[in-house]
């Protein structure tokens, strides 16, 4: 089958054509990947996978916000950074992994953490927020700045070999807040979870898959869902979710606040 | 007996078992019977109030228990109780 698009290249067509024949997501799924802005919390083991994923969909636009330089303790897990990279800011190494996976993608990047005074200035343009960050502080930062947006927020977290993802439809869906109301004690700092590859790229790869489908209404995204998965007992499960009437964050959104 | 799921941070509490069956018509004695088994589980579940911590979430056959009837909520069996305190890996 040949497609004939004259908003696209023939050479977009081309790359795109696998993914342009799955049932309802087709040139009109395309194109709204091609128009859509999606902010990521972090460019690691989580939010790295999710930023290729998306860059080899073709999202249009992606933000990564991401401080720090990068060491080698990070290469075990972050798809976007390479041995090359040590000492060089992160966002810089990311950037040009992303640059080499499409260069149509256009991507801004913030060389810091996400912070409730710096939310709103990282996440304020784009159409969804993506989060895989490791710590309770940002994550919260993001669902709050989703809520007070209406924009869609995709979670995904790992530890060991778990995954857990969420997504969140703010006034609608469960938000983070509503599933974790308070942060654990035990999460004090980033070195705190151990990790390898495998359990991150599954996480981000589950959260590329609901950005697009979120972004293009293409299949069902995990609307009061939790996923979870652990690899080392190869067990999985959806689990319901709901919204707190109590939720410091979103209970002040009725149904029809989306 | 119901069987609990235990999470992977769980296990060095649990003699590294990933899924322990334990006694309890309901969700509390259950949760109660794991920790006379492991203590130190209890710890990482329960405040000192006795109540299940804020950033544990309990499913019974994939429904949080929230939405039944809490720690009273029913088991028989054949029920599967998932234990999952709050993570942030990213």
């Not at chain 1, 330089?69 to 976007?80: C, D, G, K, Q, T």
């Not at chain 1, 490791?134 to 669902?143: D, G, H, I, K, T």
């Not at chain 1, 190869?234 to 989306?258: I, Y």
């Not at chain 2, 322990?20 to 589980?41: C, H, K, M, Q, R």
């Amino acid at each position: 089958m040949t497609l004939h698009a004259p908003d696209f290249t023939k050479f977009q067509l081309d790359r795109y054509s696998r993914q342009l024949r799955l049932d309802g997501f087709g040139l009109e799924g395309q194109r709204r990947l091609r128009d859509a802005h999606v902010a990521i919390s972090r460019g690691g083991g989580v939010g790295g996978t999710v930023a290729s994923h998306l860059a080899m969909a073709g999202v249009g636009h992606l933000t990564v916000a991401h401080g720090g330089e990068i060491v080698p303790e990070y290469l075990n897990r972050m798809l976007l950074a390479s041995p090359k990279d040590v000492g060089r800011p992160c966002v810089d190494a990311f950037a040009d992994s992303l640059a080499r996976i499409n260069p149509d993608v256009q991507v801004t990047t913030y060389p810091e953490y996400v912070t409730d005074d710096n939310v709103r200035r990282i996440v304020g343009d784009a159409d969804l927020i993506a989060d895989g960050a490791p710590l309770f502080e940002e994550r919260y930062a993001l669902n709050k700045a989703a809520v007070e947006l209406g924009r869609p927020l995709v979670s995904g977290a790992m530890y060991d070999t778990e995954g857990y993802i969420t997504t969140v439809q703010p006034g609608r869906t469960a938000c983070l807040s509503c599933i974790y109301p308070t942060k654990p004690p035990y999460w004090t700092d980033i070195k705190v979870f151990p990790a390898m590859s495998t359990a991150p790229g599954m996480v981000g790869a589950v959260m590329a898959m609901e950005v697009i489908k979120v972004l293009t209404g293409f299949a069902e995204p995990l609307n009061n869902q939790l996923m979870f998965f652990d690899l080392r007992t190869n067990v999985s499960r959806l689990l319901k979710v709901a919204r707190r009437p109590d939720c410091t964050a979103c209970s002040h959104l009725d149904n029809n606040d989306v | 007996m119901p069987k609990i799921l235990v999470p992977t941070i769980m296990r060095k509490h649990t003699a590294n078992n990933s899924s322990v069956e334990v006694d309890g018509s309901t969700v509390s004695e259950a949760i109660d019977n794991l920790t006379v088994t492991y203590p130190a589980v209890g710890e990482l579940l329960r405040g000192s109030d006795g109540r299940l911590r804020a950033y544990v979430n309990v499913f019974v056959n994939g429904d949080d228990i929230r939405g039944l009837d809490g720690e009273q909520t029913g088991l028989t069996a054949r029920d599967e109780l998932l234990v999952l305190p709050a993570m942030a890996g990213g």
